[in-house]
């Protein structure tokens, strides 16, 4: 059995789909993973084979200002995830981030590079990394810039400023690989199923600004939007940001043959997907 923490969010919701009958789900409700108690109760209990885990404070400027509760969440529970995983004996799948990296190689990073984050998010996913190896059954799976169907996302934030918003400013110095939550799903499936194990990089295939992503956006969905350019300290928020943090996929596709969609296929396909469930 495979056990995703989390399987409410937005990765969480395409894994339990795509896993079907293989697969049990967890949220917070069911176990708080920044409780060691909590997470011994629940692994020793259910004894997955596999815990997949999503959950994660994700609020990049909120991390700023609630540094011990990133630290908590996104580095400490993965601490009791890998201790409890380690005793049952199970695989520990940890989702992290390109926000590890600063930016700065100017060429896409491939999973040896060394780790260097600029924010506190950044930090606190490192200290998860540093804490889901502590146990040798460890798969790492780091990824940018995620959109799904089952949560917040640049391109719903987009859609909806569309609609009472004939120009918009998005940032156009920072450089990335939209993923889609699917197909990330299907990858972290694919590298399960081949026995991997170490660090991954996982993403839709190309790169943009946030500036392209959004003019993508609103030329695939029809809407006649004037997308200005801004710089990143123009835009002035609490968390500073990698500036060019898109990760070579070249392992993925060494180890399981998976070749990952182009961004703008991703993003044509979301869109189809978005109209069938509305």
């Not at 940032?171 to 081949?194: E, F, H």
């Not at 939007?225 to 123009?234: G, I, R």
């Amino acid at each position: 059995m495979i056990l995703v923490v989390g399987s409410n969010g937005m990765l969480g919701r395409d894994l339990m789909a795509l896993l079907g009958a293989r697969a049990s789900g967890v949220d917070i409700q069911d176990m708080d993973i920044s409780s060691p108690e909590s997470v011994q109760g629940v692994l020793l209990s259910m004894r997955p084979r596999v815990v997949i885990n999503c959950a994660a404070y994700t609020d990049v400027d909120g991390c700023e200002s609630n540094i011990e509760k990133a630290m908590e969440v996104n580095g400490e529970g993965v601490a009791y995830l890998a201790l409890a995983t380690r005793e049952i004996g199970a695989l520990l799948v940890q989702i992290s981030t390109d926000y590890v990296f600063d930016g700065g190689k100017g060429t896409p990073y491939v999973e040896d590079d060394l780790p260097h984050p600029l924010s506190v998010y950044g930090e606190s996913k490192l200290a998860g990394e540093m804490n889901a190896s502590f146990t040798p059954e460890h798969l790492i799976v780091r990824t940018q810039w995620l959109y799904g169907l089952h949560g917040k996302n640049f391109v719903e934030t987009m859609l909806k400023l569309a609609a009472d918003n004939d120009e918009l400013g998005v940032v156009d110095d920072q450089i990335g690989s939209p993923t889609s939550t699917i197909d990330l799903a299907k990858a972290i499936i694919a590298l399960v199923d081949n026995g991997c194990r170490g660090i991954y990089h996982v993403a839709n295939a190309g790169f943009c600004s946030w500036n392209g992503f959004a003019k993508a956006i609103f030329e695939e969905a029809g809407f006649a939007v004037s997308v200005k350019k801004m710089t990143t300290k123009e835009l002035n928020r609490p968390a500073r940001r990698p500036l060019y943090s898109t990760l070579d996929c070249g392992k993925l596709v060494r180890d399981t043959g998976v070749q990952m969609h182009s961004w703008r296929a991703a993003l044509q396909e979301y869109l189809k997907l978005r109209l069938i469930i509305q």
